[in-house]
């Protein structure tokens, strides 16, 4: 049996691919499903975020795993597995639980030690545990790499500083305008990362903000604790023509924001900044072509992003430290998981063998009292205990 993740991530992949094999939140239920179906998937977990789609899980044979996932994978993305192949990553046993510990102690993010990564790691989990994805194994290593992440977050200064996705999304914009003062903005999107942009952003100051949202309720609670305006998606383009900065991080699966949506939008001249952190993109490509328009997505945050890496840098060896120790302490706890039923098995057979042997002299105990069936119950269980001790103990 092996836990094995198989994955394409910013690092391993352009966006353009990245996007392709991104699964939204809705359908990873139905992803986690399939891939449970399997015949050589026992166990997984889907984790989809921008930065990566993962999936971790427990097999019986490693390759033929990867192959099932591979294609699923490529099925997903509409990819042939030459295109794909180049950009995916696959680590199994201890490099898999290292990963995903590094995942969870935001080692692995483009922004180092964001912290909005342990958040959607516990959601895949949640969602894998419904759906019979995760049971012993999986919910082991999961409930460790929380561990971890709180740990590393604790112990360490690794998320000093920007560590979110959301927050240098917003300080990106502050850095490209050099003051968002007396500028308008438009929110395009109220989910997780749209409630960690409205907070970044009244953090900056800006107090002209416009929450666009499929959902008028979730779309007017995020505009009520900013101070800011709530719209439907249906009044994107009055947004659009009202705002000098545009953030968005839907989930919508294709750009929301097109070319004639923007070409015919009524600005007079003004120019129009795009930051996109949305995984598939919500701001068509074309759109960056057109005249005043500046679009800067995920790929460009994450060049930004190494610029303001050197302070948390200083933590990192501290938190591979960290991981290397949960690697190890997680290895003793899944093997002793593993050895625990035949430890069981084992005892069941002592004791089966002493009750038999027992039974077989019955008629020479029948000529004992009561106190003296108990002695030699009492010594025959201690012995059965202490010859059993050190293997349970090694097993273990």
């Known amino acids: 049996m092996s836990i094995l993740v198989i994955g394409v991530n910013h690092r391993s992949g352009p966006l353009s691919v990245l996007e392709r094999v991104t699964i939204a939140p809705t359908d990873v239920p139905k992803a986690v499903d399939g891939l449970a179906r399997l015949d050589n998937v026992r166990e997984v977990v889907v984790l989809s975020t921008c930065n990566r789609t993962e999936v971790y899980a427990v097999a019986e044979k490693f390759h033929g795993a990867y192959a099932d996932i591979l294609d699923f994978l490529c099925d997903l993305g509409d990819i042939a597995p030459d ?10 046993d201890d490099r898999a639980v290292s990963h995903l510990f590094d995942v969870a102690a935001g080692l692995d ?30 919910n082991l290593l999961f409930r460790h790499a929380v561990g971890v992440g709180k740990r590393a977050r604790t112990e360490t200064g690794i998320a000093r500083g920007t560590a979110s996705v ?3 999304a917003v300080e990106m914009a502050v850095d490209h305008h050099g003051s968002m003062a007396g500028r308008r903005v438009a929110l395009v999107g109220a989910g997780s990362m749209g409630e960690g ?7 900056a100051g800006v107090d002209d903000v416009m929450v666009v949202n499929r959902s008028p309720e979730r779309g007017q609670a995020l505009a009520d604790r900013i101070n800011g305006q709530a719209f439907g998606i249906d009044r994107l383009r009055e947004a659009l023509e009202a705002s000098d900065v545009v953030l968005t991080s839907t989930g919508a699966g294709e750009p929301l924001i097109t070319v004639d949506l923007v070409q015919g939008l009524e600005r007079a001249d003004r120019p129009l900044l795009f930051v996109d952190i949305a995984v598939p993109r919500d701001v068509a490509p074309g759109i960056a072509d057109l ?22 840098f200083a933590e990192v060896d501290h938190v ?59 010594i025959t269980r201690g012995l059965v205990a202490k010859l059993l001790h050190e293997p349970s103990v090694r097993l273990r």
Do not use: C, K
């Not at 959601?123 to 194994?137: I, K, L």
């Not at 500046?294 to 303001?308: F, N, Q, S």
């Not at 949960?326 to 039923?341: C, D, I, M, T, Y």
């Open 83 to 92: 295109e794909l192949h180049p950009h995916v990553y696959s680590e199994y």
């Open 109 to 138: 993010s483009a922004v180092i030690g964001e912290s909005e990564i342990l958040g959607q790691l516990r959601q895949a989990w949640q969602v894998a545990q419904r759906e019979g994805g995760a049971r012993t194994t999986l």
């Open 291 to 312: 005249p005043g328009v500046t679009v800067l997505d995920l790929e460009d945050l994450i060049t930004w992003a190494e610029r303001g890496r050197s302070e948390r």
């Open 166 to 168: 959301s927050h240098a």
């Open 320 to 378: 591979a430290t960290i991981v290397g120790e949960e690697v190890e302490r997680f290895g003793l706890e899944a093997a002793a998981l593993q050895a625990a039923p035949l430890v069981s098995s084992l005892r069941r057979r002592a004791e089966a063998l002493r009750a038999a042997e027992l039974e077989r002299h019955a008629n020479r105990l029948d000529q004992l009292d009561d106190a003296q069936r108990e002695m030699v119950e009492s």
């Open 197 to 203: 942009i409205a907070v970044a952003l009244h953090r």
